[in-house]
T-cell receptor, first 109, second 113 residues
Framework: QKEVEQDPGPLSVPEGAIVSLNCTYS??????FMWYRQYSRKGPELLMY????GNKEDGRFTAQVDKSSKYISLFIRDSQPSDSATYLC?????????FGRGTSLIVHP | NAGVMQNPRHLVRRRGQEARLRCSPM?????VYWYRQLPEEGLKFMVY????????ESGMPKERFSAEFPKEGPSILRIQQVVRGDSAAYFC???????????FGPGTRLTVL
């Protein structure tokens, strides 16, 4: 079993939809949780960073962490075509986060 | 406020040649990380450096690969005697310290002919 699991997709949704991206992990030592967005042929861009269980909101994005279930989610409200990218979850317990393989999201007009 | 810079953005080498990839961290950041990304795969950690020190190189192949982060100048990832399997995107990230979010550069795409 991989330490971090993500469905690679692609996930295709219409513009304006609420998107739910999910990630599971196996290492209970993970203490912080990040989500990155990566456009094609670009470097990953940090979207969200949180330490605790619960929800963290930033604009249209909400990160949700459930440490008891080892489950991480990223919700995108009012999705836009510009949100089309690969989303990587990256939990970590030390200075090196463990990256998921990423979920490809396509938002079509 | 420049972000993480990497050069070259694209690098083509023939088998057996050397590849040198450079990374300049964000201003104020003293920690540098190198990752490799293959198509259809996630980011794989290679090495973590601070100025003049290698902190963790557990993800780096023992042979042909080396990394440095000198007191002055960029961090360098060096691949000697490249093989076709080294073709990948190599990303550098920096952070201001441990347990902090990492900021990535645009990557260097290495193609080995």
């Amino acid at each position: 079993q991989k330490e971090v699991e993500q469905d690679p997709g692609p996930l295709s949704v219409p513009e304006g939809a609420i998107v739910s991206l999910n990630c599971t992990y196996s290492n209970s030592a993970f203490q912080y949780f990040m989500w990155y967005r990566q456009y094609s042929r670009k470097g990953p861009e940090l979207l969200m960073y949180t330490y605790s269980s619960g929800n963290k909101e930033d604009g249209r994005f909400t990160a949700q962490v459930d440490k008891s279930s080892k489950y991480i989610s990223l919700f995108i409200r009012d999705s836009q075509p510009s949100d089309s990218a690969t989303y990587l979850c990256a939990p970590g317990g030390s200075y090196i986060p463990t990256f998921g393989r990423g979920t490809s999201l396509i938002v079509h007009p | 406020n420049a972000g993480v810079m990497q050069n070259p953005r694209h690098l083509v080498r023939r088998r057996g040649q050397e590849a040198r990839l450079r990374c300049s961290p964000m201003k104020g950041h003293s920690h540098v990380y190198w990752y490799r990304q293959l198509p259809e795969e996630g980011l794989k950690f290679m090495v973590y450096l601070q100025k003049e020190n290698i902190i963790d190189e557990s993800g780096m192949p023992k042979e042909r690969f080396s990394a440095e982060f000198p007191k002055e100048g960029p961090s360098i990832l060096r691949i000697q005697q490249v093989v076709r399997g080294d073709s990948a995107a190599y990303f550098c990230a920096s952070s201001p310290g441990d347990y902090n979010e990492q900021f990535f550069g645009p990557g260097t795409r290495l193609t080995v002919l």
